[in-house]
């Protein structure tokens, strides 16, 4: 076995494990503060033939990812792929839809293929004088001398390198995280999955590319205890993805037949089943994916490597925020190489003091919305509260932004500071929902002055 090694020296010289939609954004932020980046993929390159594209689930990009797209001026090539959803539309069980609105006029979030997305992204990295490295397998850290050691998995030579940083940006089950992990003395693991998994389906596009439910919006099949999702692409097919329970009646491992598959979409997701002609075929021939969240600490070390994305904080996907939350980080440690000129101990120590809370709390939060996604959404009793909350937000924007508008639509807010207001305003949504007669007092001054009174009691 032949070992190469490339010994980089300069302390411009930054690799990053991972070429994922996180790593190349962030190549691109430092490729542009004038750093020399080179990402490390363990993958062949998705833009070439024969390439893997890993998950294909659909994305929601919403103004948080947008922000730091916009910084590094990618957002134009990224709306060319992107379809924007300005609701829910939301399929019952009767067959009948309703459309709820995600919230005020304009304001909206993107469909976008994971793949496509990456490969774009790629693509502008190259363009930022990022070289990226291909089938390079990430095996071993040595922390005294900062060199990564790599397989190159088409020849199965090692390579060796020694940047001056090191950003772990390889995904939830991270190598690099994992290097960190077994050499540091007080590290904190929390690895946590749900009994949930997820399977992807394909509606395809009607005659000429023809789109054959509402294009622009998240379509929503809540039953309960699961869902299915469609979200729409650019050829007019939609990209669905079932979040089911792995056992028990009705479940994954019940669902064991193609007929038992079809006779099952037809009683529960009956609209579907008509726009799904590959249905049983697909059910079995796409894997069943599980859903994990991990939490860890510290994020860092010695200033030199620090871990980002999904490989510091995975989440379920149900809020929409992984990625969203994994650019936001790429934007914040790029302010602060700005506020901190190039001083990395200062840079790293500022990030993770700031973004390790904000991870924590979307992580919560996105438990908390597959509830919500895949039972209350169908609920007129919650679907009251939000119709309260909403008009009560158009007459005081200035003392109460709705939950899902400030993770979604409110960059300015952080994830732990909408995580306390959501609580807050749940808790006051509480009593007002239990006053009685609120279906016919909820647009009323009494109601507007009780939800004031308990704002102003809770020092807002």
Request: charged share 20%.
């Amino acid at each position: 076995m032949n070992n190469t090694t490339t010994n980089d020296a300069s302390v411009k010289a930054v690799a990053i494990i991972g070429a994922g939609l996180v790593g190349s954004l962030l190549a691109i932020y430092l490729s542009r503060q004038g750093y020399s980046v080179t990402i490390y993929e363990r993958r062949n390159d998705m833009r070439t033939a024969g390439g893997a594209a890993g998950r294909s689930i659909n994305l929601a990009l919403s103004d948080r990812g947008i922000r730091a797209l916009e910084e590094v001026g990618a957002m134009a090539a990224i709306k060319a792929i992107a379809i924007p959803m300005h609701g829910r539309q939301i399929h019952h069980a009767d067959g009948t839809a309703a459309y709820q609105p995600y919230g005020q006029e304009g304001q909206y979030i993107n469909s976008v293929s994971r793949a496509a997305l990456n490969c774009t992204l790629m693509d502008l990295a190259g363009q930022a004088g990022v070289r990226i490295v291909f089938q390079h397998r990430c095996t071993a850290i040595n922390w005294t001398t900062n060199e990564i050691h790599f397989e190159n998995m088409a020849t199965r030579d090692m390579v060796v390198v020694t940047p001056a940083l090191i950003f772990g940006a390889d995904g939830a089950f991270s190598a690099a995280r994992l290097q960190h992990q077994l050499q540091h003395d007080r590290f904190d693991y929390q690895q946590s999955y749900i009994d949930f998994g997820y399977k992807e389906l394909n509606i395809p596009p009607g005659p000429n590319g023809a789109f054959r439910m509402e294009k622009n919006a998240l379509h929503i099949w809540p039953r309960g205890n699961y869902m299915l999702i469609a979200l729409p692409n650019p050829d007019g097919s939609f990209t669905c993805t079932l979040f089911f329970p792995f056992d028990g009646e009705p479940s994954f491992a019940s669902l064991d037949t193609k007929e038992k598959v079809i006779l099952f979409f037809e009683k529960t997701f009956g609209d579907t089943v008509p726009l799904m002609p590959m249905l049983a075929d697909e059910f079995f021939a796409n894997p069943t994916a599980s859903l994990v969240t991990v939490k860890c600490f510290p994020w860092v070390r010695e200033g030199r490597f620090a871990l980002i994305g999904d490989a510091a904080h995975a989440i379920v996907p149900f809020f929409g925020q992984g990625m969203n939350c994994g650019f936001e980080d790429c934007a914040i440690l790029n302010s602060l190489i700005t506020r901190h000129a190039h001083n990395w101990p200062a840079i790293l120590t500022d990030y993770q003091q700031l973004r390790k809370p904000d991870a924590d709390a979307i992580a919560t939060l996105a438990l908390n919305n597959f509830i919500e996604m895949r039972d209350k959404v169908a609920d007129p009793v919650f679907l009251l509260q939000k119709k309260i909350e909403a008009r009560f937000s158009q007459k005081h924007p200035d003392k109460w932004i709705p939950a899902y508008a400030q993770v979604t639509f409110s960059p300015q807010i952080r994830y732990s500071d909408a995580l306390r207001n959501g609580l807050r305003q749940e808790a006051i949504m509480q009593e007002v929902m239990a006053t009685a007669g609120i279906a016919d007092l909820w647009d009323t001054e009494t109601i507007e002055a009780m939800m004031l009174s308990k704002l102003a009691a809770t020092g807002n």
